[in-house]
């Protein structure tokens, strides 16, 4: 069973405390008993009147700074003296003191940015992802979370919002001048030419493949008259033509080429310019959207893809959790490699952190202050004197050993005098 680190933080303080108590008031009954035996044999001895002053002086200090310590915390003796108690009396006052000197003090811009300025949230963040299983650990839980929003995104509701935020953004969208664009940067990429030679290929395979069929469509519609020899050589004809005409559509410089170059720049000056496309467009993706097979479609795949999804994240070999792990540690490499995007991004966290404290100050200062009034006055008293209680016996101590020193000396003032 795991102990309350609190706890056990506490214990110790109060274990010290009541060494150091007991330390002080050991010292306190200690010249009590010097007083005592020095003012039985003080007349035997001419030298034990100085240890008696010594001793009557640190009794008085002793109890003078008893007074003082135990006033802090409760009445002395249980007596109700003015002035004592304190800070059972103004735990309030405390608490509100307490969170204007943090929010003041502490959470400002200035002191923020200055502790800030020497971090390297990435370095860190590199190595941590770097060590051993960590990057793993992360990825099960991003992993893990994926059923969770998929529920959420299957209720009712949500899923209600969602098509209504999709619908009217749909109808937002000019679908012929985004389609354009999209053509634009296919054809000054050279792709719209890698598709002209593809739809060549499937021509030339299409052919190949259909001999027997475009050579029994020929013998078919040929008169009965006609000797086969002669479709046969008509057939072998045709697909040499047809062959040659694919050959010569292939070329960098064919005629065919540059139609199909002058159709797609047309195409896309239209799409980006006509009216009439785009309400031919708009009224197609309307249509579709409206349709109730497409739309159990889309369901269907949905509860597929979640179907998938779920059920990957709870595999022991998930592909979800190996891309998450893959994709963290190389964001770890770059981090460490590229110093130039590290410093960017540790300003960014660095301002980022600021300006929330700074923002979130009053109600960081306000949660103390809550804390703190919901404290009732034993406990406030308890942990301030857990904190300090050490170094009032110190106090103690010390006002026993000056109260003694000083007590010596006015005797040996007074003797002189005298």
Known sequence: MKTDPVSTLEQEQFAQLAKFRRIATGLLLLMALVFIVARRFESAYSWLPLVRAFAEAAMVGALADWFAVTALFKHPLGLPIPHTAIIRKNKDRIGVSIANFLEHNFMTRTVISEELRDVDFTAALAAWLEAPGSSRRLARHLAGA??????????????????????????????????????????????????????????????????PYIRQKIHDSSPRWLPRSIDEKFFERLLEELNN?????????SEWRGRFEIATQNLIDKLKTSPEYEARLAGMVRDTLAQEEFR???????????????????????????????????????????????????????????????????????????????????????????????????????????????????????????
Do not use: C
Request: proline share 1%.
């Open 245 to 253: 005409i694919l050959n010569e559509m292939r070329e960098e410089d």
């Open 296 to 418: 159990a479609y889309l369901t269907q795949l949905w509860h597929d893809i979640r179907e998938r999804l779920t059920r990957d994240a709870g595999a022991e070999d998930s592909k979800a959790v190996i891309r998450l792990e893959q994709a963290l540690t190389a964001l770890a490499r770059a981090l460490e490699q590229d110093r130039a995007v590290s410093a960017k991004f540790n300003r960014w966290l660095r301002a980022f952190a600021t300006e929330t404290i700074v923002h979130r100050r009053g109600e960081i200062a306000q949660l103390v202050q809550r804390v703190i009034g919901k404290w009732d006055a034993d406990t406030i008293a308890r942990k301030v004197e857990l904190h300090v209680g050490k170094d009032l016996q110190y106090i103690r101590i010390n006002g026993t050993l000056v109260g003694g020193l000083v007590g010596l000396l006015l005797h040996l003032a007074a003797q002189a005098l005298g």
């Open 146 to 211: 994926i059923p969770a929003l998929l529920r959420m995104i299957e209720d009712e509701d949500v899923g209600q919002f969602l098509q209504q935020r999709v619908t009217a953004a749909l109808r937002e969208v000019q679908f012929a001048p985004l389609l354009g664009e999209l053509l634009g940067i296919l054809r000054a990429g050279g792709q719209h030419q890698r598709v002209f030679d593809h739809v060549i290929d499937l021509a030339a395979d299409a052919l190949d493949h259909n001999r």
